[in-house]
């Protein structure tokens, strides 16, 4: 085979990869406003002002797990459908594992059949997003916690109403604080 033939049809393969994992997903349109809020759950858990945490790379390998590093410092994704957050329905809030930030309610929460807990709505102004091209150089928006930059997930505009957003989150970049009266007052994380 020659490199021309070679270089081609490795081409080919890339845009065909390309078609089909776009084939059947929505893609982002100018209307798409990833951080649209509708409700008002729990925007009385955030501070007024958030200030922001930095760390170095040792400091947060002494506070964070290696696959909650590997999720959060470094943008990896966990396996689908093995986090216990995924099947949480107490009625609570989901705080970033690596500063402890609320980031969302329960009552945004749905089962988006994805393997990954899934919201419709971030509380205000707890997380940033930023385009993202890993995924074969298709652009993603990546969701990341506004405190302390920990890389949550993704969001996808093929949610439910009232936003129509998905935030797609790693169960493991999470911890769960139910509230008082709703079971276990624990806290656990994903």
Request: with cysteine.
């Amino acid at each position: 085979m020659n490199r021309r033939l070679f270089l081609f049809g490795s081409a080919a393969a890339v845009t065909t990869l390309a078609a089909v994992g776009l084939s059947g997903r929505k893609i982002a349109s100018a209307a798409f406003d990833p951080l649209k809020v509708t409700t008002t759950y729990g925007h009385d858990l955030v501070p007024a002002t958030i200030e922001k945490i930095e760390k170095t790379v040792e400091e947060w390998k002494a506070v964070l797990t290696p696959d909650q590093f590997a999720v959060l410092r470094e943008e990896a994704t966990e396996r689908p459908f093995t986090s216990p957050l995924n099947n949480e329905k107490r009625t609570g809030t989901f705080h970033c594992a690596g500063c402890d930030l609320p980031l969302y309610r329960s009552e945004t929460k749905y089962d988006s059949g994805t393997g990954w807990p899934s919201f419709y709505e971030a509380i205000k102004d707890t997380v940033g997003t930023k385009i993202d091209y890993s995924y074969f150089g298709i652009p993603r928006t990546e969701v990341h916690c506004a405190r302390c930059g920990g890389h949550q997930g993704h969001i996808f505009n093929d949610g439910p109403q009232p936003t129509g957003n998905r935030h797609c989150i790693n169960g493991i970049a999470l911890t769960f604080h139910p509230d008082a009266g709703s079971g276990n007052v624990e806290s656990e994380s994903g």
